[in-house]
């Protein structure tokens, strides 16, 4: 006799039959149906137990990034419910499809102050994309369906389930139970701009004198980097990335000029955006660490916007042509329409391969001596510069936003287009890259992941250390360790006469840490042993750390512009 499914049961149904391989998550008193389902059913999914549910979303938003598949997570209900909102959080405004699946208390224990009781709809609704609280059990297949629909449709982005106790108890019937294919995946159902807007805009482009293009983390997202090259190419014009747009083009493409804004920008980048008579933002918010608060590119002029989110553009900037579509189609359309109309450039137009090497060329010669330097303590640019070197053809870096954010963004060179570094640039909490770092291992096992934090993050985090090594996972960190909350001691300093106030903390032996846990560690104070280090460290079969005595960021030559003089 077949029994019938369980609400539990169904959860576990949906999320295998929308293609979920791995779930990131940690177990609690009204998650028991489900991980009971999860034991029970011949399901193929991997679940991975992780020590804190605000890790098990970040794991699940890194993983997103680099397969382009829905990240999966869950937590129990009370304090798992609030652990887990800050990695949707950040998959959210980033535009990365994750689910957050909470379980809670009873429906027939609501109102009755039963342990852990929150109202987790209203806590997650204006955090996420799409959010729902089941009341039935014949209401599962469907929210999940919504949910897969509202993540990977349109701007992706993430969605909360919460699944209460009794409900994954009670009956349903097997026939409700399917998914709609295509929506494990994201971005699904593409749409393309309205061509009236992409004609304006290509005969705009080859008006032109000299088009820069800004590209934001969308075109990665959309898997445009093809097209990105196509259209630069033909227009010669140099391309600008965002912090998060990196990999829109290979670092080493002739058009790139490298990052833009606030964080990690140089003067040598801002010199291209300044030179510019057109910008074409291609999948980026045009926000205040991309723009100089508003000021790069400046208000005379022209703007075209392409964004699959219309809330997006002429948000900050009055703009000319609104191109609202999927970046890949977007891009593959100007092609075709700038094509049609190329030979009609006017002469003199500036020569894009010339603006970007300028940029590069710059770049580098300010940032070579850094990296070579033995001063000590340790130059965080010394470190950039030896992965640079070191580094496997497509590995994959994930920063958090305090201490490597700035030097990553500015001087971290992926040789191909991709996505090839990750950080959280949407809320910039601190604890993410460690976390993440392992997520984007399990995506992609056949790529070196290196994870690198300052210890102010490796403090929020460390106990995932032992997740790492239980589950065998060959991730390589770097600690930036120099005792301190950086970012805010540097802006302490340039903005508050250096009255440092509650900053500075003691410094921990990373590499101790690491060995007690199982990792195998170096810990590097001089700068000559840093490179034997790293090169240990990479060829070492299993996970290991490289806890680098480094210099204070408010001390260092930090690629971000209001600490710059």
């Known amino acids: 006799m077949t029994l019938p499914y369980t609400g539990a049961d169904a959860m576990v149904h949906m999320l295998q039959l929308n293609g979920v391989k791995h779930i990131f998550g940690l177990c609690g008193d009204t998650s028991l149906p489900f991980y009971d389902a999860m034991a029970r059913i011949d399901h193929g999914m991997d679940h991975i137990l992780t020590r804190d549910e605000r890790s098990a979303a970040y794991m699940a938003d890194a993983y997103a990034r680099v397969t382009d598949r829905v990240g999966v997570c869950e937590g129990p209900s009370g304090g798992g419910a609030t652990y887990l909102l800050p990695g949707l959080v950040e998959a959210n405004e980033s535009s990365v499809a994750v689910l957050g699946i909470t379980s809670d208390v009873s429906v027939g224990a609501r109102g009755k102050f039963p342990l852990t009781e929150l109202d987790q709809q209203a806590l997650y609704r204006p955090l996420t994309k799409w959010n729902t609280t089941i009341d039935r059990v014949d209401q599962i297949p469907h929210a999940v369906r919504s949910a897969f629909r509202a993540m990977t449709t349109g701007r992706p982005g993430a969605a909360h389930i919460c699944l209460p106790y009794d409900v994954q108890k009670h009956a349903l019937d097997e026939a409700d139970v399917w998914a709609q294919p295509g929506h494990g995946q994201f971005p699904a159902y593409r749409s393309a701009p309205d061509p009236a807007a992409v004609e304006d805009a290509a005969q705009r482009l080859v008006a032109a004198r000299s088009p820069v293009l800004i590209c934001g983390g969308g075109v990665v997202i959309a898997g445009a980097t093809a097209e990105l090259d196509a259209l630069a190419t033909l227009l010669n014009a140099p391309v600008c990335t965002t912090v998060s747009g990196q990999g829109s083009l290979a670092n080493t493409h002739p058009l790139n000029a490298g990052v833009v804004g606030t964080n990690g920008g140089v003067e040598s980048t801002r010199a291209v955006v300044a030179q510019a008579d057109l910008v074409l933002f291609i999948g980026a918010r045009a926000g205040s660490t991309t723009t100089e608060h508003w000021q790069m590119p400046s208000r005379q002029v ?74 000590r303590p340790i130059r965080p640019e010394r470190v950039v510069g030896l992965l640079n070197r070191l580094l496997p053809a497509k590995a994959i870096v994930v920063a958090d936003p305090g201490t490597p954010c700035p030097y990553f963004s500015a001087y971290f060179d992926a040789p191909q287009a991709g996505r090839h570094f990750i950080t959280n640039r949407a809320h910039g909490a601190l604890g993410f890259s460690l976390a993440a770092g392992f997520g984007a291992a399990v995506g992609q096992p056949d790529s070196v992941v290196v994870s690198v934090m ?65 990792v195998k560690a170096w810990r590097v104070e001089n700068p000559a042993d840093l490179e034997s280090a790293l090169k240990a460290a990479l060829a070492h079969d299993g996970p290991a750390l490289v806890d680098v005595i480094s210099q204070e960021l408010q001390d260092t030559a930090v690629p971000v512009s209001q600490w710059m003089g």
């Open 302 to 375: 022209s703007i075209l916007h392409l964004d699959v989110d219309p809330m997006t553009i002429a948000t900050n900037y009055r703009t000319d042509v609104a191109l609202v579509g999927d970046a890949k189609l977007g891009l593959a359309a100007l092609h075709a329409a700038v094509q049609a109309r190329i030979t009609r450039r006017p002469a003199g137009a500036a020569d894009g391969v010339a603006l970007a090497a300028r940029a590069r060329a710059d770049k580098q010669a300010f940032f070579a001596p850094l990296a070579a330097s033995l001063e």
């Open 454 to 518: 300052g210890d102010g993050s490796f403090g929020f985090t460390c106990g995932e250390l032992e997740t790492v090594v239980r589950r065998g996972v060959p991730l390589k960190m770097i600690v930036f360790s120099n005792s301190v909350y950086g970012w805010i001691k540097a802006s302490q300093k340039t903005g508050y006469g250096e009255r440092y106030f509650s900053v500075d903390f003691n410094r921990t032996d990373h590499a101790r840490v690491a060995e007690a846990f199982g």
